[in-house]
């Protein structure tokens, strides 16, 4: 079921384009990312993947520590998340607001 899941989100993380190829949405800038404010099937497009990279990587560190990252993490919304990462960071891609998300989670994740 989860090799099912993994195909499913990477067949998901990519959409087409018109010249007829694709990319990975992961792969766009910060400042894109800022910029899909003003084109809301972009930026829902964007928090989709964003909630599903974190939940992949959630469901593998629930497998490695027998406890997700994000049980109880909710103070801030991914969206909100990687808006003060862009910001900060306007030339880094979509995939490193991800990474620094993931690596923030674990840092401050209780283990008891």
Do not use: R
């Not at 990587?57 to 406890?67: E, R, T």
Request: glycine share 6%.
């Amino acid at each position: 079921m989860k090799h099912a899941i993994c195909i499913l989100l990477a067949i998901l993380s990519f959409s087409a384009t018109g010249s007829g190829a694709s990319t990975f949405i992961g792969d766009i800038s910060c400042k894109q990312w800022l910029d899909s404010k003003n084109k809301p099937a972009d930026a829902a497009a964007y928090t989709n993947w964003l909630q599903g990279y974190l939940s992949g990587a959630n469901a593998m560190y629930d497998n490695l520590l027998s406890k997700g990252f994000l049980n109880g993490a909710a103070k801030i919304t991914v969206a909100d998340w990687t808006e003060l990462y862009c910001q900060k960071y306007p030339q880094a891609m979509l995939h490193d607001s991800a990474n620094a998300q993931i690596k923030s989670l674990l840092e401050n994740m209780p283990y008891f």
